[in-house]
């Protein structure tokens, strides 16, 4: 009988002292979590602060734009429908697309930039940068406010286009420190409100170079950056929450032609760009550069020009829109503030930040699909959703289950074991599929108090320990879930919801009623639709009503139909 224990007290360890063990690196990042906390300031987190703006009393513009685009296309008067760029369109297999990504990201500080105002301060500032560096691996440069020459590898499993193949290499040219401005906030048809909230709020500024040539391989850069930040606490949210934006810069040249006079960073024979500022989704950042390319091609196409200018893009818009000129290629200059000394970072700084990094998204991933043998599609789930919580709340969840195996199982080698795996696959399942299905219906956030993981855990162990059933398991993870406050064990016993094994003649005569009521579908099984043996199954299991294992009614359904045994 599964005999689960209380999960022992999660410590904090150094994350370099892991090693490849799950359970003590779901401890790391608790520590980790612990250590990242957001300060709060008279009840309101530095998030809250970063995101506060002025109080409308009518619908935002962006939501009204999004649903007038929702309505045009329920309509039908708006343009195809079909994802431009993504079909076969000839005039694509004339031209080359070249796109270059600015990322504007709010640090996660507590005072603004050069200022005691609050949201910025400055040791937590640089600390933030340098972690940021370290991720994108830019090395620092002492005695400036920026890191040089990076890379971010994506592969095809961070969703770049498939002309892309596995992966890619896209190198980052700098991070540099900004402070932002204020917000607008358009009240339509002729109200333009100023948010001055988030003036000088510290932000860094990643640019990449221009060697993205697929807009879904820049969004996925973008989205990679994005997780990169979030895992390292660097930034206050993501682009949902305003806390990121893209500006993108496009240009198109002729197919195999590199004769441009254009060039950026050493990446040369580039054709004219053009930038669109202020991209809020990764959705945005495909659309925009889809249009924008089209437009591109467009005008060379009818034997125009391409100006070097700054367009914007709408929510729901087909189009980018011209918002100024550029003057010259050197669109800003800058100076040394003679009021600011240099940064001269120290080397055990450097080095503290390079052991002290939390584990990053890829590295997460890999260790459940190689590890675990969790399939890629799940690991990338469990790593993305939350912010990462889902991530600590699986490995709780794992800690809960290692430890109910007792002391006879809990050593490093259990771990690499048939057992171990299959438990993680099941939680994996749980963790994603099952507990992920009741948020969604439920239209609730995550939050791992709903139904700890020690109470998953158990519902888990009594599973795979065949004391209940499959639907009983998701019979119990409803009523935890709805609020019910008993632990899964008394549920189990006091609801007699425990299995008890029907004989193998009560299995036979199940199916024998079933066979006999649905002889049209019999028929269809014999001559080959054997898939359909599954309703039967179902059917089973429901006027089992929790007795019913599905393996073995499965076994005495092919049985008695004179199909094979399952492969």
């Known amino acids: 009988m599964f005999t689960p224990s209380i ?28 250590v990242r ?14 995101s506060s703006s002025i109080r409308e009393d009518v619908a935002p513009f962006r939501k009204q734009l999004k649903e007038e685009a929702k309505q ?46 609050w949201i910025s301060d400055h040791a937590i500032l640089r600390y933030l940068r340098k972690r940021s560096s370290f991720v994108l691996s830019t090395p620092l440069i002492r005695l400036a406010p920026f890191a040089r020459d990076g890379r971010i590898i994506l592969h095809d499993h961070d969703g770049i286009a498939p002309e892309d193949g596995k992966s890619i290499t896209i ?94 960073y050493g990446v040369t024979g580039l054709g004219q760009r053009t930038e669109i500022k202020n991209l809020s989704s990764f959705k945005a950042v495909e659309d925009a550069i889809i249009a924008e390319r089209d437009r591109q091609i467009d ?44 940064v001269i970072v120290g080397k055990d700084l450097i080095e503290h930040l390079r052991k002290t990094l939390p584990i990053l998204p890829d590295e997460s991933i890999q260790e459940l699909v190689s590890n675990l043998e969790i399939t890629l599609k799940d690991a990338k789930t469990i790593v993305a959703l939350d912010d990462g919580e889902r991530l600590d709340y699986f490995h709780n969840v794992m800690a809960c289950l290692r430890d109910s195996m007792g002391d006879s199982n809990a050593t490093d080698d259990f771990d690499k074991t048939p057992m171990y795996r299959k438990m ?40 795979l320990a065949n004391e209940i059933t499959g639907r009983t398991a998701k019979q119990l993870l409803v009523m935890i879930f709805d609020g019910d406050e008993r632990d899964v064990d008394s549920i189990i016993a006091q609801d007699h919801l425990r299995l ?12 024998e009623e079933l066979i006999g009521e649905n002889e049209a ?20 299991m429901r006027r089992g009503e929790g007795t019913v294992e599905a393996k073995k009614a499965e076994a005495v359904l092919r049985e008695m139909l004179d199909v094979g045994a399952k492969t």
């Open 7 to 34: 999960c022992r007290s999660l410590r904090a360890i150094p994350s370099k002292q892991l090693g490849g063990c799950p359970h003590c690196q779901s401890k790391a990042r608790l520590r980790h979590k612990a």
């Open 37 to 50: 906390e957001p300060r709060t300031i008279s009840g309101l987190s530095t998030q809250a602060l970063h």
């Open 72 to 117: 045009k296309r329920l309509a039908g008067d708006g343009k195809s429908e079909k994802k431009r760029g993504k079909g076969k369109d000839p005039k694509l297999e004339n031209w080359d697309l070249t796109v270059g990504i600015e990322i504007h990201a709010h640090l996660n500080t507590k005072r603004k930039l050069f200022s005691t105002s």
């Open 171 to 264: 190198q980052i040219k700098q991070i540099q420190m900004e402070q932002d401005t204020a917000k607008t906030i358009q009240q339509p048809p002729d109200t333009a409100l100023l948010d001055f909230n988030r003036v000088s709020h510290p932000l860094i500024e990643i640019i990449t170079l221009p060697q993205i040539h697929h807009p879904q391989t820049a969004a996925a850069c973008v989205r990679k950056i994005q997780a990169l930040l979030q895992a390292v606490n660097a930034v206050t949210t993501g682009m949902e929450m305003g806390g990121l934006r893209a500006d993108v810069n496009v240009s198109v040249r002729p197919r195999n032609d590199s004769s441009g006079p254009h060039g950026y």
């Open 299 to 342: 005008v060379l196409e009818a034997g125009g020009v391409i100006e070097g200018e700054t367009r914007g893009w709408t929510l729901g818009s087909t189009e980018t829109m011209k918002l100024r000129g550029k003057e010259g290629e050197v669109d800003y200059r800058y100076m040394p503030d003679p009021d600011l000394s240099p």
């Open 424 to 463: 993680a696959k099941t939680a994996a399942n749980w963790v994603t599929h099952e507990l992920g299905g009741l948020l969604t219906a439920s239209d609730k956030p995550f939050s791992a108090n709903m139904v700890s993981a020690d109470a998953l855990s158990r519902i888990i162990g009594n599973l």
């Open 500 to 511: 008890v094994p029907l004989s193998r003649s009560q299995y036979v005569q199940m199916a």
């Open 521 to 540: 579908m019999v028929l269809q099984i014999r001559k080959g639709q054997v898939g359909k043996i599954q309703w039967f199954v179902g059917q089973m």
